[in-house]
C-alpha cells in the first residue's frame, strides 16, 4: 500500500476530544488503504508551559537539560494518540525521537536531522501497524536527546517522507497558503499550488504556515507537502517543484513582517574595511541581518540602512556606540516600528518589470520606501506601518492576489 | 570522594520552590564532600493526571503506550531538578532510565529491572557532576520505554546503590518508619533501625513508606537503606541487617490494612483436589489470596477463610457461584468490612509465646479474632474495624510501642 506522512500540530492534538478526532481522521486514510507515519506535536501549549517552568528556576537554564524536559511533551502526544488509535481498533505503534534513531547533528535546541532509521518505521507498517512518531525530537552522537527547535516538527515529517520516498501532509489550524496571510486582508486567495521556492520567500518573510527548515528538506528531496486543515475535509495548498513557464501572474504571494526594527547608520567613511568590520561585530553577537541598502559616497562618506529583529536592536546600539567615539562623522538613527513587506512570485523569474511596477504602485498611494532589497524571486520593502494597509491593498488589487 | 544514592519522591519534588529546595539539599551534601547520584519521581499527581487522561480515551489503554506517557512525568523532574542545581553553581547532568541502559525484564507497566550500565553514573561521576536519574523507567530488550510500578523510583534507588556498593537514603514526606502509622496512633515511637525482614514485613502489611521491591532488593545486596524527611535536618530510620540477638523486644512495628476483604467458604468436601482446584481458579484471575485458615473436618467438611484485596471481592464471588452448583454443601460468606492487624518482630525468632501473650491481650479487651497467620516474625489478626483503635492500644501499652 502507498505509505503517506502526515504531520498533526499542537492545535489538533491540543485537548482529548481533538486527539480522539485525530484518529478517526487516521483511521479513515487507513481505510482508504493508506499506510500511514503520522508526527506528532506536543499538545496545544506544553512546550511554553514546560520553558516557563525551566524559566521558573533559571534565565539560563542548560540547553541540554531543556531538551530532555521539552521533548516530554511530544512523547506524551504520541502515546495519547496510539491510545486513541488502538481504542477504536487501528493497530498503532509510537516512537520518540530517540528510539526511531532519529539522529541529529549541531546544538542542543537547535539539532538538525542527519539520519533516520527507516527500517524501524517499515518494520511497524509491514505489522500492519500506524506508526506515531514524536516530532521536533531526536539523538545525538553522544546519546543525548535533542530537540530541533520551534516548528521542528515539520522537519521531521519531512525528513521521513523523504526517507520514504512518499508525500507529506501537513495539518494545521488554516486551511492552506493564501496569497496574503488572511486576518491582514480577508479577501485573500487561497493557492491550489505553490513552489518550494516561493514558499521558502513567504516563509522566511513572515509567513509562518510552516517551518522554513522543512520546505528546505522538502525541496531537497523533491517531497510534495501537502498543507491543509486538521479537519481533513477542506482542499489544502501543495507545496512541490513548479515549472516557472506556467505561471501567469509575476507575483504569487505577500508576506507582512512586523518583527523587523530599522538602522540608519549615517557618516560612514566609505572603506570596506570599516563596514565590514561594523557588520562582522554585529554578526558575532548571533544577531541575524536582513536587509541592507548604502547610499552612493558623498564627501566619501555613505549612509546604510539595515534591518535587524526588534529583539536584537539594543544590543546591536551597544556595538554603534563605540563607532560614535572612534569615528568622529559616525551617527546614527534607530526605527523600531516598520513593516516589511515582501512581495514574492516565481514569475518574476521570466518576468521584468515587476520592481519598477511595485514603485509606481506605491508612489500613486503616497506610500514612503526606506529600503528595497531584491532576490530573483522576491522584492521587499521597507514602509512605515501606518501605510501598511494601504500598500497591501494596492499590491492585492494589482496582482489579483 | 564516597557515593551516596538520595531518592526524593514526587511530594519532595511537587512544585518549583520544593524542586529548588531539593537543589540546595543536594549542593550541602555535595560541600560535605559527598559524590551524588539522585533519583526523583514525578513532581506531585503528575502520574495520575497522565493515566486520567489516558482512561479518557480508554478503559484498557495499551500497557506499552502508558509506559511510554509515564516516563515523560519523572523526565520533567530530572531536567528540572539539573537546571535548578546548574543555577546555583553544580554542575549536574540528568538521564533517563533508558539513557542509563537501565535495563528490564518482564511486562510493561510491572518491570523488573535486570541490569544497570554504572560505567556511564561513574563516568559523570568522575567528571565532577551530580548525576539526576529518572525513577520509576527503563528500557527493554526491545528498546521499548519500561516502567516498574507504583512506587518503583524506591527500587530504582537501592538497585543503582546495590551496583555502585554504596547506601542509599530515601526522602519522603514522612520522617523515619514508626512502630505503628502516627495517623492511627499518635503517640507512636520513631524507630532509629529496622532490619531488612521486618520492613519487608511491615511494608507488604500494609505500611506504605517504602517500596516492598526495593526493600528486597536492599536486603539481597546488603544495601543500607535511610528513610528520613525531605527537609534532611530529622534523623530518619535505618533499614540494614540486624543480627536478632541485639534485639530486646519481640515486637518492633504493628501494621494495619484496611484494603482487604475476607470470605469464609463452608461446607467444603475434605479433599484436597477440591480445595487446591477453588484456589487455582481464584489464583488464575491474579487475585492476591493472603491470609488462609482452614478449619479442622467435621463429618468431613472443613470450612475455610481467607483475605483478598477488597477491589478483588466481586470477581472471586464469580467463581465461588459456581462451586455453588456443583457442591451441594457448598456455602459461602463475605466481610467486606474487615481490619488485618499484623505485629512484626525480628525477636519473635528467638522469644516464644508472642502469639500466645497476643491472644492474652486481645481476650482482654473482648477482641473477637476471625483468622491468624503466622510466619517467622510475623503475626496477623483478621479483626473488626470498629476494635481496631482498641487493639492497637492494648499491643501499643504490652509493647511499648
Same mark, same amino acid.
Given at each position: 500500500?502507498?505509505?503517506?506522512?502526515?504531520?498533526?500540530?499542537?492545535?489538533?492534538?491540543?485537548?482529548?476530544?481533538?486527539?480522539?478526532?485525530?484518529?478517526?481522521?487516521?483511521?479513515?486514510? &487507513?481505510?482508504?488503504?493508506?499506510?500511514?507515519?503520522?508526527?506528532?506535536?506536543?499538545?496545544?501549549?506544553?512546550?511554553?508551559?514546560?520553558?516557563?517552568?525551566?524559566?521558573?528556576?533559571?534565565?539560563?537554564?542548560?540547553?541540554?537539560? !531543556?531538551?530532555?524536559?521539552?521533548?516530554?511533551?511530544?512523547?506524551?502526544?504520541?502515546?495519547?494518540?496510539?491510545?486513541?488509535?488502538?481504542?477504536?481498533?487501528?493497530?498503532?505503534?509510537?516512537?520518540?525521537?530517540?528510539?526511531?534513531?532519529?539522529?541529529?547533528?549541531?546544538?542542543?535546541? &537547535?539539532?538538525?536531522?542527519?539520519?533516520?532509521?527507516?527500517?524501524?518505521?517499515?518494520?511497524?507498517?509491514?505489522?500492519?501497524?500506524?506508526?506515531?512518531?514524536?516530532?521536533?525530537?531526536?539523538?545525538?552522537?553522544?546519546?543525548?536527546?535533542?530537540?530541533?527547535?520551534?516548528?521542528?516538527?515539520?522537519?521531521?515529517?519531512?525528513?521521513?517522507?523523504?526517507?520514504?520516498?512518499?508525500?507529506?501532509?501537513?495539518?494545521?489550524?488554516?486551511?492552506?497558503?493564501?496569497?496574503?496571510?488572511?486576518?491582514?486582508?480577508?479577501?485573500?486567495? &487561497?493557492?491550489?499550488?505553490?513552489?518550494?521556492?516561493?514558499?521558502?520567500?513567504?516563509?522566511?518573510?513572515?509567513?509562518?504556515?510552516?517551518?522554513?527548515?522543512?520546505?528546505?528538506?522538502?525541496?531537497?528531496?523533491?517531497?510534495?507537502?501537502?498543507?491543509?486543515?486538521?479537519?481533513?475535509?477542506?482542499?489544502?495548498?501543495?507545496?512541490?517543484?513548479?515549472?516557472?513557464?506556467?505561471?501567469?501572474?509575476?507575483?504569487?504571494?505577500?508576506?507582512?513582517?512586523?518583527?523587523?526594527?530599522?538602522?540608519?547608520?549615517?557618516?560612514?567613511?566609505?572603506?570596506?574595511?570599516?563596514?565590514?568590520?561594523?557588520?562582522?561585530?554585529?554578526?558575532?553577537?548571533?544577531?541575524?541581518?536582513? !536587509?541592507?541598502?548604502?547610499?552612493?559616497?558623498?564627501?566619501?562618506?555613505?549612509?546604510?540602512?539595515?534591518?535587524?529583529?526588534?529583539?536584537?536592536?539594543?544590543?546591536?546600539?551597544?556595538?554603534?556606540?563605540?563607532?560614535?567615539?572612534?569615528?568622529?562623522?559616525?551617527?546614527?538613527?534607530?526605527?523600531?516600528?516598520?513593516?516589511?513587506?515582501?512581495?514574492?512570485?516565481?514569475?518574476?523569474?521570466?518576468?521584468?518589470?515587476?520592481?519598477?511596477?511595485?514603485?509606481?504602485?506605491?508612489?500613486?498611494?503616497?506610500?514612503?520606501?526606506?529600503?528595497?532589497?531584491?532576490?530573483?524571486? &522576491?522584492?521587499?520593502?521597507?514602509?512605515?506601518?501606518?501605510?501598511?494597509?494601504?500598500?497591501?491593498?494596492?499590491?492585492?488589487?494589482?496582482?489579483?492576489?
Amino acid at each position: 500500500m502507498p505509505i503517506i506522512v502526515q504531520k498533526y500540530g499542537g492545535s489538533s492534538v491540543e485537548n482529548i476530544e481533538k486527539i480522539k478526532n485525530v484518529a478517526k481522521r487516521i483511521a479513515e486514510c &487507513k481505510k482508504e488503504g493508506f499506510d500511514l507515519v503520522v508526527v506528532v506535536s506536543a499538545m496545544g501549549k506544553t512546550t511554553d508551559y514546560l520553558i516557563d517552568m525551566a524559566h521558573q528556576i533559571s534565565d539560563t537554564p542548560k540547553k541540554r537539560e !531543556m531538551d530532555v524536559l521539552m521533548a516530554t511533551g511530544e512523547q506524551v502526544s504520541i502515546s495519547l494518540l496510539s491510545i486513541a488509535l488502538n481504542e477504536i481498533g487501528v493497530a498503532a505503534i509510537s516512537f520518540t525521537g530517540p528510539q526511531l534513531g532519529i539522529k541529529t547533528e549541531g546544538y542542543h535546541t &537547535k539539532s538538525r536531522i542527519a539520519e533516520i532509521n527507516k527500517n524501524i518505521i517499515l518494520d511497524a507498517i509491514n505489522k500492519g501497524k500506524v506508526v506515531i512518531v514524536a516530532g521536533f525530537q531526536g539523538v545525538n552522537e553522544k546519546n543525548e536527546i535533542t530537540t530541533l527547535g520551534r516548528g521542528g516538527s515539520d522537519t521531521t515529517a519531512v525528513a521521513i517522507a523523504a526517507k520514504l520516498g512518499c508525500p507529506c501532509e501537513i495539518y494545521t489550524d488554516v486551511d492552506g497558503i493564501y496569497t496574503i496571510d488572511p486576518r491582514l486582508y480577508p479577501s485573500a486567495r &487561497k493557492l491550489e499550488v505553490i513552489s518550494y521556492e516561493e514558499m521558502l520567500e513567504l516563509a522566511s518573510s513572515g509567513a509562518g504556515v510552516i517551518h522554513t527548515r522543512a520546505v528546505e528538506l522538502a525541496e531537497i528531496y523533491n517531497v510534495p507537502v501537502t498543507v491543509a486543515l486538521n479537519t481533513g475535509n477542506i482542499k489544502g495548498t501543495i507545496i512541490k517543484e513548479l515549472d516557472e513557464t506556467m505561471e501567469k501572474t509575476a507575483i504569487t504571494g505577500l508576506a507582512v513582517d512586523n518583527n523587523e526594527a530599522m538602522i540608519t547608520l549615517n557618516g560612514v567613511p566609505h572603506d570596506i574595511k570599516i563596514i565590514a568590520d561594523i557588520f562582522s561585530k554585529i554578526a558575532k553577537l548571533d544577531i541575524n541581518i536582513d !536587509m541592507i541598502s548604502q547610499t552612493t559616497p558623498v564627501n566619501k562618506l555613505v549612509s546604510i540602512s539595515f534591518t535587524l529583529p526588534k529583539n536584537d536592536l539594543s544590543q546591536a546600539i551597544s556595538i554603534l556606540e563605540q563607532y560614535k567615539k572612534e569615528i568622529f562623522t559616525f551617527s546614527y538613527e534607530t526605527f523600531d516600528n516598520i513593516t516589511k513587506l515582501s512581495v514574492i512570485g516565481i514569475g518574476m523569474k521570466s518576468q521584468s518589470g515587476v520592481a519598477s511596477k511595485m514603485f509606481e504602485i506605491l508612489a500613486e498611494n503616497d506610500i514612503a520606501v526606506h529600503i528595497i532589497t531584491t532576490s530573483e524571486i &522576491k522584492i521587499s520593502y521597507v514602509i512605515n506601518p501606518e501605510d501598511q494597509k494601504k500598500a497591501i491593498e494596492a499590491v492585492a488589487r494589482e496582482y489579483n492576489l
